[in-house]
C-alpha cells in the first residue's frame, strides 16, 4: 500500500523557481510558478528549441533564461540573498530517459530542495497536483503519481458540482469573516487588535473540534463566548448550507448580516427587508387562504423522504427550512420557490425560531402555500408540536407529513439493532439537552435497554458524567437510580445516511476522548447499551474504533440501474455502438474497468 503524501499548500511569492528545460513540460511549470508569484529561472543550452510560450514570457521579461546547461553551483548561486542564494525548488523536464534528471535529483535531495522530475515519481520530493484556481478559491487533485489524466478528469468532474464564480462568495464570505472578528474584538476590548491577535484561528481546523457544536446560552455574558459567537454562527452555515445559497450572498447582503447578528438580544431584521434568504414571487398569487404544511426530511438521505414530503416540496410556494436540513435535500426545490434556512446560532435559537413562525404567518396571508421542513421527524426533538399551536391559534390548519427519525434509522445505519431478543427489549430516546440549556435527568441503567440520546454530543462529558456517577447533591439521599457501568459499549453516529456518515464505536470509559481526538461532525447521536456490540465489538486492545462513509444506499440505486441499463443496451446494441465514441464515460464507468 502507498503511503500517503503530505498535501499543503506554499505561499511561492518572491520565490526563485529553477526550471530545466525549454519544452512544453517546461512551459507548463512556468506558467504555474508565475500564477503563485514565484520568479522562474529556465535552464537550457542556447541550442535547444524553447516552446513559444515561454518565448514570449523571456521577451516580456516574465521568465529569465540561462543559456547553458545545468550546473550544481547554480542551486545556491541564482536563489534569494536570504537563503545564502540557494534556490527555492527545481522543477526537472528533460526527457524520461535523460541519465540528468537522476543526478539533479540527488544533487537537490542532499542540498534539502524540494525537487520535482516529470514522470519520475520516485525521483521526487514533491509532486505538483491538478488544480482549479478561481481566486482565493484553490482545488487540488493527486492520484499519487498513478494516473495524472485520471486526476485532470477528477478535477474537472468536481468543480463542475460548484456554482459558477464561487471564489467570489468565498472571497466575500472570509470578508465577512474578518468584519466580524474585528468589530467582536473592538467590542470586547474597546481598544484596536494588537499585531499578535491579527490573525483568526483557521475556520476548517476550528470547525473540527469536538467543541464545534457546544452549547451557548441565551443569557450567557462570557466575554470569550460574545466574542466568537458570530463567527461560529459564520462557521456553521459555512458548513450546513447548499453551495448555491453561499455562493448568492452579495455585499449588501454581508452588510445586512453583520447588522443583524451585532447582538443576540434582538431578533434579526425580518426576512422581507433581505435579498439573501428570500426572493418575492414574481407573479401574483390568486387570493385565498394559504396552508401550511410540516413535514419531516428524514436523517439526510434523500432517498428517504417520504412521497408525500417530496411532493410537498415541490408544490409548495414558500419554504422554511431548518439548518440542518441536509443540502442534498434543499437541492430538490424547485429554483423558483424562496427558500428561507434559518438563522439559528449558539444563543439565538427561540429569536431565529420566532422569525420562523412568523415568516409562514405572513406568507399563509398571503395566499402561500407555506412548508415547514424539518429534520428527522417534525414532533421528535423539534418544536413540531408547538409550531402547530402557534398556527392553529391563528386560525390555520396544520397538515403534518412523518420523518424517518436518526434516532431509529441511525443506529441501522450503523448496524445497531436497539431491540435484539437476546439483548435488548427496551429503546428509550432521549434529549441531551432541555429547555434553555438544561440538562434532563439520565435514564436509569438497565442491561437490556438501549438508549438513544439526540442533541447531546456538545455536552458529552457532563451526560457521561451523569450516567456513570451521582452528583453530590444526589450522594447522601440513597440512590434513586442505577448508575451506569463504565465498561458500557456505546456508539457515536454522526451525519448519519450521507456519504461522510462516521460512525465511533467504544464505552463510556472512552467515548469522551474519542469524540475530543477524532473531532466533530454534526449533526450526531450517541447510542448507549449492550446493542451496540452484538454485530461489532472493538478489539481488545482498542480503546474505540472509528468507521467512514455509507454508501448502501446510493449502492441499492445504481445496482438497480446498471440492471436497467444492462437490458436497454441488449436492446439497443448498435445505437450504443453508434454514439460511444463521442463522449466521456461516467467516472462510475472508470471503476469497472
Known amino acids: 500500500m502507498q503511503v500517503p503524501a503530505l498535501l499543503t499548500a506554499h505561499s511561492c511569492v518572491e520565490h526563485v523557481h529553477l526550471i530545466i528545460g525549454c519544452g512544453p513540460l517546461a512551459a507548463s511549470r512556468c506558467t ?49 540573498e536570504e537563503l545564502d542564494g540557494y534556490v527555492d525548488a527545481v522543477f526537472v523536464t528533460l526527457p524520461a530517459d535523460d541519465s540528468r534528471s537522476i543526478r539533479i535529483s540527488g544533487l537537490c535531495r542532499r542540498k534539502r530542495i524540494p525537487v520535482n522530475v516529470v514522470d519520475a515519481p520516485k525521483l521526487c520530493t514533491f509532486t505538483l497536483l491538478s488544480t482549479h484556481l478561481d481566486g482565493p478559491l484553490q482545488i487540488g487533485i493527486t492520484t499519487s503519481g498513478s494516473g495524472c489524466k485520471l486526476s485532470s478528469r477528477i478535477r474537472r468532474e468536481v468543480v463542475s458540482s460548484l456554482p459558477a464564480n464561487f471564489g467570489e462568495s468565498v472571497e466575500r464570505l472570509g470578508s465577512l469573516r474578518r468584519q466580524i472578528w474585528e468589530e467582536d474584538y473592538r467590542t470586547q476590548t474597546g481598544g484596536s487588535i494588537p499585531a499578535a491577535e491579527a490573525e483568526i484561528e483557521d475556520e476548517e ?29 459564520l462557521s456553521q ?12 450572498i452579495t455585499d449588501s447582503d454581508v452588510a445586512k448580516i453583520l447588522e443583524a447578528y451585532k447582538t443576540t ?6 426576512v422581507s427587508d433581505s435579498t439573501l434568504e428570500q426572493s418575492i414571487l414574481s407573479e401574483k398569487l390568486p387570493l385565498r387562504k394559504g396552508t401550511i404544511t410540516l413535514a419531516g426530511s428524514g436523517p439526510g438521505h434523500p432517498s428517504l423522504l417520504t412521497i408525500a414530503t417530496q411532493t410537498a416540496i415541490q408544490t ?68 413540531g408540536a408547538e409550531e402547530v399551536t402557534f398556527f392553529r391559534e391563528r386560525g390555520y390548519d396544520v397538515r403534518v407529513i412523518p420523518g424517518i427519525t436518526s434516532a431509529l434509522s441511525a443506529p441501522l445505519f450503523a448496524d445497531i439493532p436497539v431491540t435484539h431478543r437476546a439483548v435488548a427489549d427496551q429503546v428509550v430516546i432521549c434529549t441531551g439537552t432541555g429547555r434553555k440549556g438544561a440538562a434532563p435527568e439520565p435514564p436509569s441503567y438497565r ?14 462529558e457532563s451526560l457521561v458524567q451523569s450516567l456513570t456517577v451521582f452528583p453530590d447533591e444526589e450522594a447522601g439521599q440513597g440512590p434513586k437510580r442505577k448508575l451506569w457501568p463504565s465498561s458500557t459499549p456505546c456508539t457515536v453516529i454522526e451525519r448519519a445516511s450521507c456519504p461522510d456518515q462516521r460512525v465511533i464505536r467504544t464505552t463510556l470509559q472512552y467515548v469522551c476522548q474519542a469524540v475530543e481526538d477524532e473531532g466533530s461532525r454534526p449533526p450526531g447521536l450517541l447510542v448507549v447499551g449492550h446493542s451496540c456490540g452484538v454485530l461489532h465489538q472493538v478489539g481488545e486492545n482498542q480503546r474505540w474504533s472509528v468507521e467512514e462513509g455509507f454508501r448502501s444506499l446510493d449502492a441499492i440505486g445504481s445496482t438497480t440501474s446498471e440492471l436497467h441499463l444492462l437490458k436497454d443496451l441488449e436492446q439497443t446494441t448498435e445505437v450504443v455502438e453508434k454514439v460511444q465514441p463521442y463522449g466521456s464515460p461516467p467516472l462510475s464507468d472508470l471503476l469497472t474497468v
Open 32 to 80: 504555474k510558478s508565475l500564477q503563485v508569484g514565484a520568479r522562474p529561472i529556465i535552464i537550457a543550452p542556447a541550442h535547444e528549441e524553447v516552446h513559444f510560450t515561454l518565448a514570449r514570457a523571456i521577451e516580456e521579461g516574465k521568465v529569465s533564461r540561462i543559456e547553458q546547461d545545468f550546473e550544481e553551483q547554480q542551486l545556491n548561486s541564482l536563489g534569494r
Open 205 to 233: 481546523a476550528a470547525a473540527q473540534k469536538y467543541t464545534f457544536n457546544k452549547l451557548v446560552r441565551e443569557n450567557d455574558r462570557d466575554p470569550a463566548v460574545l466574542r466568537t459567537r458570530r463567527l461560529r454562527w
Open 237 to 248: 452555515i459555512c458548513e450546513y448550507w447548499p453551495l448555491n445559497r453561499l455562493a448568492s
Open 265 to 270: 438580544a434582538q431578533p434579526p431584521p425580518p
Open 316 to 383: 409548495s410556494h414558500f419554504i422554511l427550512a431548518d439548518k440542518l436540513v441536509p443540502a442534498e435535500i434543499l437541492a430538490l426545490i424547485p429554483r423558483r420557490t424562496p427558500v428561507h434556512i434559518a438563522r439559528k446560532f449558539p444563543g439565538n435559537a427561540d429569536a431565529a425560531q420566532e422569525e420562523l413562525l412568523q415568516l409562514g404567518l405572513n406568507a399563509a396571508r398571503e395566499g402561500k402555500d407555506v412548508l415547514r421542513l424539518k429534520q428527522g421527524d417534525p414532533y421528535l426533538y423539534g418544536r
Open 447 to 460: 442491561k437490556s435497554k438501549t438508549v438513544v440520546f439526540l442533541m447531546a454530543l456538545h455536552r458529552l
